[in-house]
């Protein structure tokens, strides 16, 4: 069970979360959206450790995060930036591996069972052509299909995920939300902030919209014209077609 | 291990064989088993040098790989710490005040570069403690300070006192391998063990580093930790080569480029060749300061500039027009 705890932020006397308040169980698919600036980056840097707040807690198990050293954090949940920030040339294969990094100890690094699971990965999500492939020469949708799938050797629970679509074109930014679902199948928790909520909405069964740093919904996936407009002001439909969820934007 | 390396190992190891006899005044092979004044300038004069420059080398470097690595930017180097300038202000200190104490047999103008190289990383490290969430802006600015507060100090200190020691410290600041013993080379031949076993022992979370601050969290890595322990033995090795060998320029900048692109981003295979390169480059780098203008020796710092970077240049040249 993930759990955030009244968690308010702040940065000088500007307020960004508050009490902001929800829980999850295992194997639910949280879809986050809200207007920019709406704190929706911030509750999953919290959540993923990178930032703190003493304002309330998260929680794993009922285990606060902020007890868990980075390493053993690294063992539940896997955080994947909106921004990557790739300037030296770097290896697919290392990337991949890196996954296994908080399970390693200083002098062993990998372990028989790290190289299995990465070999395993690599066949499910087609990347053997990548593995020798220096990180720099993928095109942005390659490079957030690996990044994932070594969100997916991590092998934890949790995964967070900063708008995984940004400047992905139709084509990869579908492999990239086939990849979720499938991990999703396979049990992972997944929280993901995103605006493309015509993508998610219908893959996700939980939603949280924040607004201004505070929670508008939280709860069960619901359809809500009202609550879409209140948070993008623009008018949001759905349609069913062969019983798929289609969500559009109609102006 | 590819083929590449091999072949510039055979090359460097030969130009290390090759340098110590050959100069102003050859030695013949014959002659350095015997006792006569070729064998004296062969054992305590050239070989030696070559030694040092292999190390010096190899040492500036890695530690530039190391850098870029840590300020995920391949123009990092060691000096945007402040580790040279803080040296050269030991070091003008030291030759100004005729400090002339000695410590396990290191003299004071090696001794207080040396402390002056620490202190410059003591000096951002302690910043950045001061500021919560400090991040490697905050270490750059912090060094990009402590660069100019260090080349005021020098030039000051010129400036005030007698013209006597000038010479020998603008011969200081151009960087030299010249006058050394076999003590200054077991010392910075056991750093670089110990810079080579840490960079090994550490190659993921360097890679970590490089990849991003929040990617490497989110795999568990403490990124500020880590980035603080290694400037700080940065600051210890680098420290020690820059207080006996001076400030010798462009090889951290330089060799880790060549290294990365012929590495072709593998780790282990761009460590072992920026040690060769380095290395290889700072020993002929030597032997032509030592041939070019006889009697006079040539600063290596200067050779390594002068050639450095019109080469540079040219590398980075031939690498954007690829690109197009």
């Known amino acids: ?251 | 291990m590819s083929k590449k390396i091999y072949v510039l190992a055979a090359i460097v190891l030969a130009l290390m064989f090759l340098t110590p006899f050959l100069g102003i005044i050859p030695i013949h092979w014959q002659t350095i088993f015997k006792s006569n004044p070729s064998s004296f300038v062969f054992w305590q004069l050239r070989v030696p040098r070559t030694i040092l420059g292999f190390v010096a080398g190899s040492i500036l470097a890695l530690s530039g790989l190391v850098c870029q690595n840590l300020f995920k930017n391949d123009l990092a180097t060691p000096d945007l710490l402040g580790i040279s300038s803080g040296a050269a202000a030991g070091a003008v200190l030291a030759l100004k005040f005729n400090l002339l104490v000695s410590f396990i047999g290191f003299g004071g103008l090696i001794l207080f570069s040396y402390l002056g190289a620490l202190s410059s990383v003591f000096f951002v490290l302690l910043i950045s403690r001061m500021v919560r969430n400090s991040s490697l802006y905050t270490f750059l600015m912090c060094g990009v300070a402590l660069n100019f507060f260090y080349s005021a100090l020098i030039v000051f200190f010129q400036y005030l006192f007698d013209f006597s020691n000038t010479f020998s410290l603008l011969r200081w600041l151009m960087g030299g391998i010249s006058v050394v013993g076999y003590r200054e080379i077991a010392f910075l031949g056991m750093l670089l063990f110990i810079f080579l076993f840490f960079v090994f022992l550490f190659k993921q979370e360097f890679l970590l580093a490089s990849a991003g601050d929040h990617f490497a969290q989110s795999r568990g890595l403490h990124v500020a930790r880590f980035r603080i322990y290694s400037f700080l033995g940065l600051a210890f090795i680098v420290g020690a080569v820059v207080s006996i060998c001076g400030p010798i320029g462009f090889i951290a900048l330089i060799v880790p480029h060549v290294a990365r692109i012929w590495g072709q981003s593998n780790f282990h295979e761009t460590v072992i060749l920026s040690l060769l390169l380095g290395g290889g480059f700072l020993v002929l780098a030597d032997f032509f300061a030592r041939i070019l203008m006889p009697p006079v020796e040539v600063p290596v710092g200067i050779i390594t500039s002068l050639f450095g970077a019109p080469f540079f240049l040219i590398l980075i040249i031939s690498k954007l027009k690829k690109v197009e």
């Open chain 1, 1 to 251: 069970m993930i759990k955030a705890a009244h968690v308010s932020y702040q940065i000088g006397n500007k307020s960004i979360l508050q009490n902001v308040d929800f829980s999850l169980n295992e194997n639910d698919f949280l879809l986050i959206f809200g207007p920019n600036g709406a704190g929706k980056s911030t509750i999953l840097k919290l959540m993923a450790g990178i930032l703190t707040t003493k304002q309330g807690g998260i929680f794993i198990g009922r285990k606060n995060i902020l007890l868990c050293s980075k390493k053993e954090l690294a063992t539940h949940v896997a955080y994947l930036p909106q921004f990557d920030e790739f300037n030296l040339p770097m290896l697919v294969k290392d990337i991949l591996l890196s996954g296994r990094y908080p399970y390693g100890s200083l002098f062993k690094k990998y372990s028989r069972r790290d190289y299995e699971l990465f070999d395993k990965t690599v066949e499910r999500f087609e990347l053997a052509d990548f593995v020798d492939r220096n990180m720099l020469t993928l095109s942005g949708g390659e490079r957030k299909k690996v990044l994932l799938a070594s969100a997916f050797i991590q092998d934890v629970p949790l995964i967070l995920l900063d708008e995984p679509l940004n400047f992905l074109d139709p084509s990869s930014a579908i492999q990239v939300v086939k990849m979720l679902k499938e991990m999703h199948e396979q049990g992972k928790t997944i929280l993901l902030v995103s605006h493309l909520i015509q993508y998610f909405f219908p893959i996700a069964n939980k939603m949280l919209a924040l607004k201004n740093g505070q929670t508008q919904y939280f709860g069960e996936k619901r359809f809500s014209a009202s609550l879409f407009h209140d948070i993008y002001q623009v008018s949001v439909k759905r349609l069913m077609i062969d019983s798929k969820e289609i969500i559009y934007i109609h102006e």
